[in-house]
């Protein structure tokens, strides 16, 4: 088992990685815990150890569930569950699970502690670390949230076997991520060891930067084009997945910095190493074949970072930084010369 310390003044807590992890809970509980309001959904396969008394409360699966609604519905269903402020929520489950218990956590009876129990690669290396917990308006994706962190993280890496594998894919996308901030080689290190090195570079962040006021943003990595990209699937009705979302979005933000001269040209080694690191982990630095560059160029301009034109964090030679004021123009010039996957035949379903 792996331990990592999310080392936040006045309120540090742990991370436990490996498998089998989840059977810990007891030991991670704030003292006094009477009772546990479990939020989870019907497809995950886990539960939690027996020997602790808990409240099952099932949410919808997909990101529908991260809406207003089902945090509010939520709520009420721990208040006739006679669930109080002694008592801890549970989220087990993958990044959605984390967001919506992490909120409802944060808002009920003006917040109660909640303890993540992460069961997709996904959240175990990002969404259940750092206390962002976020739902989505009509208006666009994670709008509304709060900063709420969990007195503990467990990352059971046993429950990522029944994992479908689209989903670990998905997973593999902000592995990727990470490679470019800091994790060093994951190729030859085992799933704990790669979660573990993951997680201690994230925690590195959110300690330096808890509100994301300066350096936290570099987690963004990537994340400019593949919101965009998440946001096109959701309204066109092919849902790109997160993290596969994030590694198109990582190769394009190293061919935008190569092609505004921050690093070396456009063939050059940092781009290569992107597409290494991608191809590697199994991942496509494609666009999908019927994207839509004019349309993916309004909705990232729409992003809730770009305060100031687009905004990309970018590769340069100080490293990554979050370079705001992109022209659109440049953008849309780079986005139209990215790789994009084939178009399907006649009769070939898209291949996600
Ligand atoms: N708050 C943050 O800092 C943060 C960071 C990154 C991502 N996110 C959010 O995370 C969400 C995506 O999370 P995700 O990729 O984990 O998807 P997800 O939570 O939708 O999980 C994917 C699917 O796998 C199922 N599942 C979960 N664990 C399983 C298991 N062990 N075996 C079998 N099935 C299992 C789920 O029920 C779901 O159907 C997005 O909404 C994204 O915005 C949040
Ligand atoms: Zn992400």
Same mark, same amino acid.
């Given at each position: 088992?792996?331990?990592?310390?999310?080392?936040?003044?006045?309120? !540090?807590?742990?991370?436990?990685?490996?498998?089998?992890?989840?059977?810990r809970l007891g030991e991670v509980l704030p003292p006094g815990v009477r009772r546990l309001a479990l939020v989870t959904q019907a497809s995950v396969p886990w539960t939690l150890p027996d020997e602790l008394p808990v409240a099952r409360f099932e949410i919808?699966?997909?990101?529908? #569930?991260k809406s207003l609604a089902v945090v509010g519905e939520l709520c009420g269903r721990f208040a006739? =569950?006679? /669930?109080?402020?002694?008592? =801890?929520v549970v989220?087990?489950?993958?990044?959605?699970?984390?967001?919506?218990?992490?909120?409802? $956590?944060?808002?009920? +009876?003006?917040? /109660?502690?909640?303890? +993540?129990? #992460?069961?997709?690669?996904?959240?175990? *290396?990002?969404? #259940? /670390?750092?206390?962002?917990c976020g739902v989505n308006l009509p208006e666009g994706k994670n709008l509304v949230g709060?900063?709420?962190?969990? $007195?503990?993280?467990?990352?059971?890496?046993?429950?990522?076997?029944?994992?479908?594998? #689209?989903?670990?894919?998905s997973g593999r996308g902000e592995l990727a991520k990470y490679a470019f901030l800091g994790v060093g080689d994951l190729e030859t290190r085992s799933i704990e060891e790669q979660v573990a090195a993951c997680v201690a570079v994230k925690a590195s962040f959110v300690v330096a930067d808890e509100r994301e006021g300066g350096r936290r943003a570099l987690l963004n990595y990537g994340h400019t084009?593949?919101?965009?990209l998440e946001a096109e699937g959701l309204a066109d009705g092919r849902p790109l997945r997160h993290g596969e979302a994030v590694g198109v979005g990582l190769a394009f933000a190293a061919r935008l910095a190569a092609h505004l001269g921050r690093i070396d040209g456009e063939d050059g080694d *940092?781009?290569? $190493? +992107?597409?290494r690191v991608l191809h590697a982990l199994g991942l496509s630095e494609r666009l999908p074949a019927g994207a839509d560059c004019a349309r993916l160029v309004s909705l990232m301009a729409r992003d809730k970072k770009a305060t100031d034109g687009l905004t990309f964090v970018l590769d340069g030679p100080a490293?990554?930084?979050?370079? !705001?004021?992109?022209?659109?123009?440049?953008v849309t010039e780079v986005l139209a010369s990215h790789p994009r996957e084939p178009a399907p035949r006649n009769g070939d379903g898209p291949e996600r």
């Open positions: 088992m792996w331990r990592v310390d999310v080392d936040l003044p006045g309120r !540090p807590y742990p991370v436990l990685v490996g498998p089998g992890v989840r059977k919808p699966d997909g990101e529908v #569930a006739r =569950a006679g /669930i109080t402020r002694r008592d =801890a989220g087990l489950g993958g990044g959605v699970v984390t967001d919506v218990a992490g909120l409802a $956590a944060a808002l009920y +009876h003006r917040g /109660i502690p909640v303890v +993540h129990v #992460a069961t997709t690669l996904l959240a175990q *290396v990002d969404a #259940a /670390i750092g206390g962002k709060a900063f709420w962190q969990p $007195a503990a993280v467990l990352c059971d890496t046993e429950t990522l076997r029944t994992l479908p594998a #689209a989903e670990l894919r084009l593949a919101h965009a *940092v781009v290569a $190493a +992107h597409l490293g990554l930084e979050v370079v !705001p004021g992109v022209p659109a123009e440049v």
